[in-house]
């Protein structure tokens, strides 16, 4: 009991507290600083992949617009075909009633118009069923597959 009442006794034991104390501290410490680097890690990942979020989100913005200014574009390409088709059937259409007018009101014309086609022209325009490239070689390769030219031209 007289080694308790010594005053070295209890400055002894002081140090040994204070110094467990500073060792638990700075083994806090220590944790507590992985702890703040693991999280700083973490962060930065973190806000790396919503930069890259955000990166992808801008690219696939501009594709989509790129893609409605091209739909705008055949759009309008469309509408212009749709309204040649339109006028290219009146014009076909007017086209008609001129020739049945004309062959109407000129016998001449009527008469050329209702005669058979000449033999030569009605062979160029019959044609076999042909399935491929072979066969419209073999068709092209038979002999006297076109007449032969006779007189001279615009006669």
Do not use: C, F
Not at 24 to 50: C, F, I, N
Not at 76 to 89: S, V
């Amino acid at each position: 009991m007289a080694l308790l009442r010594s005053p070295l006794t209890w400055l002894l034991l002081a140090l040994a507290i204070a110094l467990g104390g500073w060792g638990w501290a700075a083994t806090s410490a220590a944790a507590a600083k992985g702890k703040v680097t693991t999280l700083q890690r973490d962060l930065k990942a973190a806000d790396d992949k919503a930069n890259e979020a955000e990166r992808r989100e801008k690219l696939k913005d501009g594709t989509i617009s790129t893609l409605n200014s091209e739909l705008d574009i055949q759009a309008t390409a469309a509408a212009q075909l749709q309204r040649q088709l339109g006028d290219l059937t009146i014009t076909a259409a007017t086209r008609a009633d001129t020739i049945k007018r004309l062959k109407r009101e000129n016998a001449e014309l009527q008469a050329w118009a209702d005669s058979p086609l000449p033999n030569p022209v009605i062979r160029l325009l019959q044609r076999p069923a042909l399935t491929g490239a072979a066969d419209y070689q073999a068709h092209l390769s038979k002999p006297d597959t076109l007449p032969a030219a006779t007189g001279q031209p615009g006669q």
